[in-house]
């Protein structure tokens, strides 16, 4: 890992164990940041904006007694694809273990009335989710670098603004045992600049690795689904819903998302048994391979169950939460009806059966 050493603004390099406390800096890309190509002395780190940053994030560390500062711009040498994928695969475990995390929020100034914390571009990018989530300790400064609040302190507003419960955040609620659907809400309305980031900036909040693959486009969120059922059974991965105007006539789909926008509305939805106690499931290349349980649904369509539910405000449980499929032939289902998730409207048969729902359903017929 190379960190900044604040006292002397030079790269030093740790490895595992002997890596020292260090604060870390969470913020928003602009113009004029510097990179580790282009990191050079003092001087010059004050005319760059980027560079302002980095200066400022040092004298925060020293101020509270830290030697060491990470700062994504330039201590990551981005022209060094192994370099690159390491850091994204550690990048929650890297801010998990920041002694003190500093968010810096461009354009927002706390001591204007009119400024609205809410709408902070920090809450819409993708990057951000991790850096808010990952860190035990997290001091906010705005524009002008003013000590606007830490993470306890503005735990309401930060939960209501990005619809992650104060347990989560304050890390009380482990990430593991909150439903795949409702980790995948939290992405639904933020961006990245490249495509493949959607996929790669979910890597730490799912506790996954994979490689990177810049210029697969929208094939790099099929990858992390992938990856994502190799290491839980939880069925609420397939809890999405596609949008309607984006379905259009399209009417069949296959079994995985196309993107962390299809889940924006299942914050709400909880798994209603240990996922270890859900049947096993695999993609292979006939499609997800799986044992269930299927019951009438509507139409000529057959209910899938999810063993979850959604969870209204006074913890109550309703509806069981399933998906429609309508055969194909040969013991193969495609996704019907995406747009919406399925109520159980009649009680499964005790013997299940196995089944493979399409990975991809382009070539099936648009009705």
């Given amino acids: 890992m190379r960190l900044i050493k604040c006292s002397t603004l030079e790269f030093v390099e740790f490895v595992g164990a002997d890596i020292p406390p260090y604060a870390i800096l969470s913020h928003t890309w602009n113009e004029e940041e510097i ?11 004050k005319q760059k904006k980027g560079g302002q940053k980095i200066l400022r994030t040092c004298k925060l560390a020293l101020r509270d007694r830290y030697e060491y500062a990470w700062v994504d711009t330039c201590c990551i040498d981005k022209s060094s ?42 809450f819409t990018r993708g990057w951000t989710l991790q850096e808010l989530i990952a860190p035990k300790e997290m001091h906010f400064y705005d524009t002008n670098w003013r000590y606007f609040g830490s993470k306890a302190e503005l735990g309401a507003a ?17 990430l593991h045992v909150i439903s795949v659907a409702k980790k995948m809400s939290w992405a639904a309305s933020r961006t990245t600049t490249r495509e493949e980031d959607l996929a790669y900036c979910l890597l730490g909040i799912f ?21 994502i059922m190799k290491e839980t059974t939880d069925l609420t991965l397939f809890a999405w819903q596609a949008e309607t105007y984006i379905t259009g006539a399209v009417r069949y789909r296959g079994v ?82 995406p747009h919406r998730l399925a109520s159980q409207l009649s009680e499964g048969a005790d013997q299940g059966e196995t089944i493979y729902i399409l990975k991809h359903a382009t070539h099936l017929q648009h009705v």
């Fill in 207 to 227: 506790g996954i690795s994979m490689p990177l693959v810049y210029g697969e486009g929208a094939r790099a969120f099929t990858r992390l689904q992938e990856e």
């Fill in 35 to 45: 990179s580790y190509a282009r990191y050079g002395p003092t001087e010059e780190l």
């Fill in 81 to 122: 694809s192994a370099e690159l994928t390491e850091a994204i695969n550690s990048m929650f475990n890297w801010y998990a273990r920041s002694a003190r995390c500093y968010v810096y929020l461009r354009g927002f100034d706390g001591k204007d009335p009119s400024s609205d914390f809410s709408l902070c571009r920090w």
């Fill in 158 to 174: 930060l939960s209501a603004i990005t619809g992650i419960e104060r347990p989560i955040l304050n890390g009380m609620h482990p």
């Fill in 256 to 337: 995985l998302a196309n993107s962390p926008m299809e889940f924006s509305n299942a914050g709400d939805i909880v798994s209603n048994t240990n996922p270890r106690n859900n049947p096993e499931f695999a993609m292979t290349n006939k499609g997800l391979k799986i044992q269930t349980t299927l019951t009438r649904g509507l139409g000529n369509t057959r209910f899938m169950p999810l063993n979850c539910y959604r969870q209204t405000t006074s913890h109550d449980f309703i509806g069981i939460l399933g998906i429609n499929l309508v055969s194909i032939g040969g013991g193969v289902y495609a996704r019907d009806l």
